[in-house]
């Protein structure tokens, strides 16, 4: 391919002229989505990104199976290699990074960002920012997990903030825990 001369960007250019998505494919997979319909609002780049029978709306996806398995879920962003993979149903999360998010399904309110932030909650209104920051997390609520592998280890516990690498992160259980500093 050598590219067009003399071309317009008003009269030449890769889309649709009617309300209909405009979906890419690789090996016959979808790999991106720009949808047209104003009352969905999804869209979506990278291999097998989005679902592509997605019912929910305001959906953003960017990356390999980033929210790959939404169904209903609304007003979720996911930017990176299965950033969300799991969400169906979930609504408002944030996940960026590889594998943030990953497993949540129906959470609500959750912000991940770090390569496995979040990794493994199922439960909502959770913040994580660091790299595995709160990665074992799985029924843990209200935790607030600042600093690469702050609450690590942390499974089932409830209300933590730990602020600073590696705080609180051999923490498995507990209640109303507080950690600043490494």
Same mark, same amino acid.
């Given at each position: 391919? =050598?590219?067009?001369?003399?071309?317009?960007?008003?009269?030449?250019?890769?889309?649709?002229?009617?309300? $209909?998505?405009?979906?890419?494919? $690789?090996?016959?997979?979808?790999?991106?989505? !720009?949808? @047209?319909?104003?009352?969905?609002?999804?869209?979506?780049?990278?291999?097998?990104? !989005?679902?592509?029978?997605?019912?929910?709306?305001?959906?953003?996806?960017?990356?390999?199976?980033?929210?790959?398995?939404?169904?209903?879920?609304?007003?979720?962003?996911?930017?990176?290699?299965?950033? =969300?993979?799991? !969400?169906?149903?979930?609504?408002?999360?944030?996940? !960026?990074?590889?594998?943030?998010?990953?497993? @949540?399904?129906?959470?609500?309110?959750?912000? %991940?960002?770090?390569?496995? %932030?979040?990794?493994? $909650?199922?439960? =909502?209104?959770?913040?994580?920012?660091?790299?595995?920051?709160?990665?074992?997390?799985?029924?843990?609520?209200?935790?607030? %997990?600042?600093?690469?592998?702050?609450?690590?280890?942390?499974?089932?516990?409830?209300?933590?903030?730990?602020?600073?690498?590696?705080?609180?992160?051999?923490?498995?259980?507990?209640?109303?825990?507080?950690?600043?500093?490494?």
């Amino acid at each position: 391919l =050598s590219g067009n001369a003399g071309t317009s960007s008003v009269n030449n250019f890769v889309g649709t002229t009617d309300n $209909t998505a405009l979906i890419l494919k $690789t090996n016959n997979q979808q790999s991106g989505l !720009i949808e @047209a319909d104003s009352t969905k609002r999804n869209n979506a780049f990278g291999n097998r990104a !989005i679902n592509m029978a997605v019912l929910g709306t305001g959906n953003n996806a960017f990356g390999y199976q980033a929210l790959s398995k939404i169904s209903t879920g609304n007003n979720n962003v996911a930017m990176g290699d299965s950033a =969300s993979f799991n !969400i169906t149903t979930g609504f408002g999360n944030i996940s !960026i990074g590889a594998d943030a998010l990953a497993t @949540a399904g129906a959470a609500l309110g959750n912000i %991940a960002i770090g390569s496995n %932030a979040l990794k493994n $909650t199922v439960t =909502s209104e959770n913040i994580a920012i660091g790299n595995s920051a709160a990665a074992a997390n799985s029924t843990g609520a209200n935790v607030l %997990a600042i600093g690469a592998n702050s609450l690590a280890n942390n499974q089932t516990s409830l209300t933590h903030m730990a602020i600073g690498n590696n705080a609180l992160q051999q923490l498995i259980t507990g209640q109303e825990n507080i950690a600043i500093g490494f």
